[in-house]
């Protein structure tokens, strides 16, 4: 299988809402507009910054036709299908396939604690449930499961099983990863933090949360580790991290703020769904400083 589709940067997608709160088919196709012509390797459609587990089957069917209705053959497109329960997932699984999507990911089942031959025989059948290949989503800070690689290696047993999205915080797992899967396996590497880190310790691409609100940051972090220019490397992963510490310090989730960063870049796509909560009162009046630190990042390196 070719594998160069899978290589680049690739916005985790956000949920897209109208002014009521419902999903938005013309506010999604504008951020699929936004990032593809930002020049974006992909997305990861319906995972943690869609909200997938505040939202319906209904709903995140919608989201993921939309996204594929706008920019399928223009974009790799990987569909999240986590779910509440197996049967959810490979409705969702199956859905994608139908759409054109590229491949499909998964997190661990979530809520329980699960036994490892639980996990196995849930990540197994949404992966047999379609032809696409599948992308492992370890993520163990949310879930509470943290892939062993005990049980990555019997996952690698099936040809279908290309690439992890691993989000765990500590480098080394992506080594980890990438040694016992070799050369033609796709890792990706999940903390918007380390992007850089992650990159020279063997990740291939990148899948995250925090892109969307600066794809232009996260792509030059790309070209300056892909033509090895590691001073900057080093140096825009430090103004990355400055925003994300940012991102994260004011009242409500990280993705209301990001999404009120968007709304001052030309893309409004709502707000974000209850339980996460909103941006309000005089943090409001903070997001013009963070839109400032990336505009000011963007100009530093591009001249």
């Known amino acids: 299988m070719k594998l160069e589709k899978y290589k680049g940067i690739f916005p985790a997608f956000y949920a897209c809402y109208d002014d009521l709160g419902e999903i938005s088919e ?15 390797k992909g997305l990861y459609v319906g995972g943690s910054s869609g909200e997938c587990i505040y939202q319906n089957l209904e709903e ?17 497109l990987i569909a999240h299908v986590g779910a509440p329960s197996t049967r959810e997932s490979v409705i969702l699984a199956k859905y994608a396939e139908e759409l054109g999507y590229d491949a499909l990911s998964s997190i661990p089942p979530i809520y329980f604690n699960f036994s490892e031959s639980s996990v ?19 993520i163990p800070q949310t879930t509470g499961y ?38 033609d396996f796709i890792v990706f590497n999940g903390p918007d933090e380390q992007y850089v880190s992650g990159r020279l310790i063997g990740a291939d691409s990148g899948i995250g949360g925090t892109y969307g ?19 900057n490397a080093r140096k825009i992963q430090s103004d990355i991290n400055d925003i994300i510490i940012a991102l994260c310090s004011l009242n ?7 999404k009120e960063v968007l709304k001052l870049r030309g893309v409004n796509i709502g707000n974000v769904r209850g339980p ?10 903070k997001i013009e400083d963070i839109k400032v630190l990336i505009d000011k990042a963007i100009l530093k390196y591009r001249g």
């Open 26 to 40: 013309s506010r999604t196709k504008d951020l699929c507009n936004y990032l593809y012509n930002k020049g974006v």
């Open 60 to 76: 995140r069917k919608a989201t993921l036709k939309y996204v594929s209705d706008n920019v399928k053959g223009k974009l790799t």
């Open 120 to 138: 196995y025989k849930y990540w197994t059948e949404i992966i047999d449930s379609t032809d696409l290949p599948f992308i492992i989503y370890n």
């Open 146 to 183: 943290n892939l062993s690689i005990n049980l990555f290696k019997k996952l690698l047993e099936n040809k279908k099983v290309i690439g992890v999205k691993n989000s765990s915080m500590p480098v080394m797992d992506i080594e980890r990863f990438k040694t016992a899967a070799g050369e």
């Open 213 to 231: 609100a600066m794809p232009e940051l996260f792509l030059l972090a790309e070209e300056f580790v892909s033509t090895g220019n590691f001073t």
């Open 252 to 258: 409500g989730s990280m993705y209301s703020t990001i």
């Open 276 to 285: 996460l909560e909103p941006v309000t009162g005089e943090d409001l009046n």
